[in-house]
């Protein structure tokens, strides 16, 4: 092991010492996936990859979440971006994810009103500023945004805002790791799961997946001596021949979560089944928005009819998004597809896998 490649960790010496059992102990080759986009960026970030035993392969999955909305949502945005009167809202990492024919950044360019914001409080602000326009938010990320969106659709009924809506287009965690581990083409023999979307949701909300589809799954922090706990953690299991899911996270998520963020979450929102890039739609792994805040539904109050959207062309995000394929092995990486000229959200977004080997240089 090169300690030069763990000097820069916060704790280079818990680091490698995690290094060496890992290395001690990993006996069987294993692919793990990282499910979050946050850990795909640290464990590149780190250089963790490199330092790893050959028997052990991190693959990244779905826990992109621009990179996973699928095309027709993407085609969503943009024809309601070009209806009179809307003001759309939105969080940076959408603007320049291409939909079928054109994407948010060129739409502005043409002259849509498009705005970029931190929060979905900011979206209310415009919306109160603006009372004759109406104001979209599109909604788009998983558990950890959505307790979020739902409460300041709770403040808009509470300030009685007639002008702002919502493009719901969360997604959840869990049934998309139930969909994985039903999928014949994705190979995984154990999961990296996300600290943020868990320290919400809970360690419970991944019993009835994990009671399904037994397979060895570790919840973890994001600091590269969280990541290689989790991985030696993972290990174990492995050469073990165990299938639980441990907490390594423990001082952040809990087995309830956040009780409260997902009793707004509940209020507001309810299951649905979504389409996702690259895996099709899952069962009840969306969040529409319940009738009774139907109101602040931008799909009801602005309907617009978007084509059936194909994928870009040549663009292989969604087995990439599966961890079927690595970038380099798409023929436009590098080539066609750049973060400067992307063809799919996955060279876009800051969480997305080919925009992390395009980053670090990975080939
Ligand atoms: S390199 Fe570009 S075209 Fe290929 S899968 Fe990634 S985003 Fe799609």
Same mark, same amino acid.
């Given at each position: 092991?090169?300690?030069?490649?763990?000097?820069? &960790?916060?704790?280079?010496? *818990?680091?490698?010492?995690?290094?060496?059992?890992?290395?001690?102990?990993?006996? /069987?080759?294993?692919?793990?996936?990282?499910?979050?986009?946050?850990?795909?960026?640290?464990? &590149?970030?780190?250089?963790?990859?490199?330092?790893?035993?050959? =028997? @052990?392969?991190?693959?990244?999955?779905?826990?992109?979440?621009?990179?996973? =909305? #699928?095309?027709?949502?993407?085609?969503?945005?943009?024809?309601?971006?070009? !209806? $009179?009167?809307?003001?759309? =809202?939105?969080?940076?990492?959408?603007?320049?994810?291409?939909?079928?024919? =054109?994407?948010?950044?060129?739409?502005?360019?043409?002259?849509?009103?498009?705005?970029?914001?931190?929060?979905?409080?900011?979206?209310?602000?415009?919306?109160?500023?603006?009372?004759?326009?109406?104001?979209?938010?599109?909604?788009?990320? &998983?558990?950890?945004?959505?307790?979020?969106? +739902? +409460?300041?659709?709770?403040?808009?009924?509470?300030?009685? %805002?007639?002008?702002?809506?919502?493009?719901?287009?969360?997604?959840?965690?869990?049934?998309?790791?139930?969909?994985?581990?039903?999928?014949? #083409?994705?190979?995984?023999?154990?999961?990296?799961?996300?600290? /943020?979307?868990?320290?919400? @949701?809970?360690?419970?909300?991944?019993?009835?997946?994990?009671?399904?589809?037994?397979?060895?799954?570790?919840?973890?922090?994001?600091?590269?001596?969280?990541?290689?706990?989790? @991985?030696?953690? *993972?290990?174990?299991?492995? $050469?073990?021949?165990?299938?639980?899911?441990?907490?390594?996270?423990?001082?952040?998520?809990?087995?309830?979560?956040?009780?409260?963020?997902?009793?707004?979450? /509940?209020?507001?929102? $309810?299951?649905?089944?979504?389409?996702?890039?690259?895996?099709?739609?899952?069962?009840?792994?969306?969040?529409?928005?319940?009738? %009774?805040?139907?109101?602040?539904?931008?799909?009801?109050?602005?309907?617009? %009819?978007?084509? !059936?959207?194909?994928?870009?062309?040549?663009?292989?995000?969604?087995?990439?998004?599966?961890?079927?394929?690595?970038?380099?092995?798409? +023929?436009? &990486?590098?080539?066609?597809?750049?973060?400067?000229?992307?063809?799919?959200?996955?060279?876009?977004?800051?969480?997305?896998?080919?925009?992390?080997?395009?980053?670090? /240089?990975?080939?």
């Amino acid at each position: 092991m090169d300690k030069k490649d763990i000097q820069g &960790f916060e704790n280079a010496g *818990l680091a490698e010492h995690l290094l060496q059992q890992i290395r001690r102990e990993s006996r /069987h080759p294993i692919r793990l996936m990282e499910v979050c986009g946050t850990h795909t960026m640290a464990v &590149f970030r780190t250089g963790i990859r490199s330092l790893l035993p050959e =028997t @052990i392969r991190l693959i990244s999955g779905p826990g992109c979440p621009v990179c996973v =909305t #699928a095309q027709e949502e993407i085609d969503t945005f943009l024809a309601m971006a070009r !209806e $009179e009167d809307v003001i759309i =809202t939105t969080f940076g990492d959408l603007m320049r994810v291409p939909g079928t024919h =054109t994407s948010l950044q060129q739409e502005r360019a043409n002259g849509r009103d498009i705005r970029v914001v931190y929060s979905p409080l900011d979206a209310l602000e415009i919306a109160v500023k603006n009372p004759g326009r109406k104001v979209v938010f599109l909604g788009v990320g &998983f558990e950890t945004t959505a307790p979020t969106v +739902a +409460a300041v659709i709770l403040e808009a009924e509470k300030q009685k %805002t007639k002008n702002f809506f919502v493009v719901a287009a969360h997604k959840q965690v869990p049934p998309a790791l139930e969909a994985l581990l039903e999928s014949e #083409a994705v190979k995984i023999d154990g999961f990296l799961l996300p600290g /943020h979307v868990s320290v919400i @949701i809970g360690t419970k909300a991944y019993t009835s997946v994990m009671e399904a589809h037994p397979i060895p799954g570790v919840i973890c922090g994001f600091e590269p001596t969280d990541i290689l706990q989790g @991985i030696l953690m *993972l290990v174990r299991q492995a $050469e073990a021949g165990a299938a639980t899911l441990q907490n390594a996270y423990s001082r952040v998520v809990t087995e309830d979560g956040n009780p409260k963020a997902m009793g707004i979450l /509940h209020r507001v929102f $309810e299951p649905e089944d979504a389409a996702w890039r690259g895996i099709g739609v899952i069962p009840k792994s969306g969040l529409k928005i319940r009738e %009774t805040f139907s109101r602040f539904d931008a799909r009801k109050a602005i309907p617009v %009819t978007v084509p !059936e959207s194909p994928p870009p062309r040549g663009c292989a995000c969604g087995q990439v998004l599966t961890g079927v394929l690595s970038p380099p092995r798409c +023929a436009l &990486f590098r080539k066609r597809c750049t973060p400067e000229d992307p063809v799919g959200p996955c060279m876009v977004s800051s969480e997305g896998t080919c925009a992390a080997y395009y980053r670090y /240089h990975m080939d």
